[in-house]
């Protein structure tokens, strides 16, 4: 499975292939690690690499992160697969300083649910429409507060990959 792992603000490719029971092999942005993982609890993962054992204690906290204790030391992740990775970096560039914001599928895909009107009011991380893809609903959200001035998402449409589906302003 591929991933991108965001660690103290810094995102980092990986990849993590099980080639045995709790053995993996583990690529991170291009360096290969053997390593033997197993979960000691619902919050803690014995890793050992090589001749280092350690474990590691995580914390969940309200915005999807986590806080790992790692050796001592405290460090904020967020692991995405590559889908929810796409949908962020779709919204991400949605969102500019002002003006007009377009809001485009991020994958092929269907059109679920279409969760505004045009001329309506929105809020900021209000949830504007839902798209399948890959068989997971993915819910767009508005990255600003505004008003829906253009939709051209319909409920049960097919759509592209970079279609435009509404415009907030």
């Given at each position: 499975m591929h991933y991108a792992a965001i660690v103290d603000g810094a995102e980092h490719q990986v990849e993590i292939i099980e080639v045995a029971a709790n053995r993996f092999q583990v690529v991170i942005d291009g360096r290969t690690l053997?390593?033997?993982?197993?979960?000691?609890?619902?919050?803690?993962?014995?890793?050992?690499?090589?001749?280092?054992?350690?474990?590691?204690?995580s914390e969940k906290l309200a915005d999807g992160s986590e806080n790992l204790l790692v050796r001592g030391h405290i460090v904020r992740s967020e692991v995405l697969d590559l889908r929810r990775l796409r949908l962020r970096q779709a919204q991400a560039s949605a969102a500019g300083p002002e003006g007009p914001v377009t809001i485009t599928s991020p994958m092929p895909g269907k059109v679920v649910a279409v969760l505004v009107a045009e001329e309506q009011q929105v809020e900021q991380g209000q949830g504007l429409l839902v798209i399948e893809a890959m068989k997971m609903e993915n819910e767009l959200r508005s990255p600003r507060a505004g008003t829906v001035r253009k939709l051209v998402a319909k409920e049960g449409a097919a759509v592209e990959g970079g279609a435009v589906l509404c415009v907030v302003e």
């Open positions: 053997e390593v033997d993982a197993q979960a000691v609890g619902e919050t803690t993962l014995s890793l050992l690499h090589g001749s280092e054992a350690y474990n590691i204690e």
